[in-house]
């Protein structure tokens, strides 16, 4: 089944292959992108792989100088050249002996990356291209970098090419925040964060760091198949179906999504949760709970990957409450999955940006977020937002609009416009080179006018 492109989205990826285009000898700029997480299956465990690929592909089809240091699968070539994007895969000898993914043997590959990438980045790649004038940016991500970064910073100040070089951390999550040294941290590097309720998080640990939100690929605002969707709404027609992909964690409001689903039972709303978790042993935990409180739990596993398999694992359903995904998603199912929901929850306890709200966005889907990190969510505008842990609270607000088809429409189309402004080509000419060209000091340091 093919996807269909329409202008918005061509236009959005005209803007971001052309819009920032500029001669690669002539900008004077490179920038690096440090992370664990990746675009090879090996290195992807959640949103920071999809952060970081994606900003990576945007800034590469700009015409920017790119390259991206990651823990990668260890069967693939070390280095590969993508036109302006090059890949380097990390710590290799080591997920050798760690099979299972990007975070397995974690502490082994945090200190070789801090070891030895800092040196090997200077010496084979910044030096030349600084003492020829140039400047680089290098943006690392989350608690497994610092200690890469603080090795850079020594190395660029002994090599005397510091103040050619804008160093930045990021902070995707509050994840062991308790083990970084703070005070060296930002002496060396401007600290970033995704969200502004992050932001304010970080202000009690008398840190102020700048917002460079999430962004979406232009590929996320390309609409399902409209003969999936048809599929998928036949399929469970004169069912209530709502979505949920998130960790199987407590933060996640798994148990709040029980609760709700056991109200629209008792209402007769004749519900339909399909789930999809991770391999976190909460997972089990919740979905025992959720059959003591009377909820029907069928596991599905798809028997070919795609679409194909994500419609064939919704038949006969009709006896089920809660369907459990244990297959994967890939991004063709996904914009099935939240385009064709009747809600897609999206709430959390915690949540420092909530893509998987932007993503139902992008697809036309309908978003019930919380109030933390979602700052593209404006309540009833363009998605539901819950403030308390009441069951009843998302009851009255989807009843609302259950029974307004025409308002229910106007907030898809909402949400899909909202999440044009949220692909990366928008955030990157929005706010991240604007904050660049500031921190840099240079009127026109990316060779535009």
Same mark, same amino acid.
């Given at each position: 089944m093919e996807a269909r492109e329409d202008r918005g989205v061509k236009e959005i990826r005209h803007q971001t292959t052309h819009a920032f285009l500029a001669n690669e000898q002539d900008v004077g700029v490179q920038f690096h992108l440090l992370s664990f997480e990746g675009p090879d299956d090996y290195a992807q465990a959640g949103s920071l792989a999809s952060r970081i690929t994606g900003l990576a592909h945007v800034l590469a089809e700009a015409g920017f100088d790119t390259h991206l240091w990651f823990v990668g699968d260890p069967d693939l070539p070390g280095h590969e050249a993508h036109d302006h994007l090059r890949l380097y895969r990390w710590c290799q000898w080591i997920s050798r002996y760690h099979p299972r993914g990007v975070y397995d043997g974690a502490e082994g590959k945090q200190a070789d990356y801090?070891?030895?990438?800092?040196?090997?980045? /200077? $010496?084979?790649?910044? &030096?030349?291209?600084? %003492?020829? +004038?140039?400047?680089a940016v290098i943006l690392a991500e989350e608690w497994h970098t610092v200690h890469t970064v603080l090795h850079l910073d020594w190395l660029l100040r002994q090599a005397q090419v510091r103040s050619q070089v804008t160093l930045l951390w990021n902070a995707n999550s509050t994840i062991a925040f308790e083990r970084i040294d703070w005070g060296r941290l930002t002496a060396a590097a401007m600290i970033t964060t995704?969200?502004?309720?992050?932001?304010h998080l970080m202000q009690r640990l008398g840190i102020d760091p700048l917002v460079i939100?999430?962004?979406l690929s232009a590929d996320a605002l390309v609409l399902p198949e409209q003969k999936a969707v048809a599929t998928f709404?036949?399929?469970?027609?004169?069912?209530?179906?709502?979505?949920?992909?998130?960790r199987w964690d407590p933060e996640q409001h798994w148990l709040l999504?029980?609760?709700?689903?056991?109200?629209?039972?008792? /209402? $007769?709303?004749?519900? &339909?949760?399909?789930? %999809?978790? +991770?391999?976190?042993?909460?997972g089990a935990h919740m979905l025992a709970a959720a059959a003591r409180a009377g909820l029907r739990v069928v596991e599905r596993t798809h028997p070919q990957p795609g679409i194909c398999?994500?419609?064939?694992?919704?038949?006969?359903?009709?006896?089920?409450?809660?369907?459990?995904?244990?297959?994967?998603?890939?991004?063709?199912?996904?914009?099935?999955?939240?385009?064709?929901?009747?809600?897609?929850?999206?709430?959390?306890?915690?949540?420092?940006f909530g893509l998987v709200g932007v993503e139902t966005m992008a697809v036309g889907g309908l978003a019930c977020t919380g109030c933390s990190g979602e700052d593209y969510a404006v309540p009833g505008r363009n998605a539901l937002v819950l403030e308390t842990t009441d069951p009843w609270e998302f009851i009255g607000l989807f009843?609302?609009?259950?029974?307004?088809?025409?308002?229910?429409?106007?907030?898809? $189309?909402?949400?899909?416009?909202?999440?044009?402004?949220?692909v990366w080509s928008?955030?990157?000419?929005?706010?991240?080179?604007?904050?660049l060209r500031l921190l840099t000091g240079l009127p026109t340091p990316w060779g535009q006018p």
């Open positions: 801090a070891a030895s990438l800092p040196p090997f980045l /200077l $010496r084979e790649v910044l &030096l030349p291209h600084l %003492r020829h +004038g140039g400047h995704v969200s502004r309720y992050m932001k939100p999430n962004g709404r036949a399929r469970l027609r004169g069912r209530t179906v709502v979505t949920k992909v998130a999504a029980i609760d709700t689903l056991g109200v629209m039972k008792r /209402l $007769r709303w004749q519900p &339909l949760l399909i789930a %999809r978790g +991770g391999a976190e042993a909460y398999g994500l419609l064939h694992i919704l038949e006969d359903l009709e006896e089920a409450d809660i369907v459990s995904l244990r297959s994967p998603l890939d991004a063709e199912s996904r914009r099935v999955l939240f385009r064709s929901a009747d809600v897609v929850w999206a709430h959390s306890g915690h949540e420092p009843e609302e609009v259950r029974t307004a088809p025409a308002q229910e429409r106007a907030m898809r $189309r909402a949400g899909r416009i909202t999440a044009q402004q949220y928008q955030i990157m000419d929005r706010i991240l080179l604007p904050r």
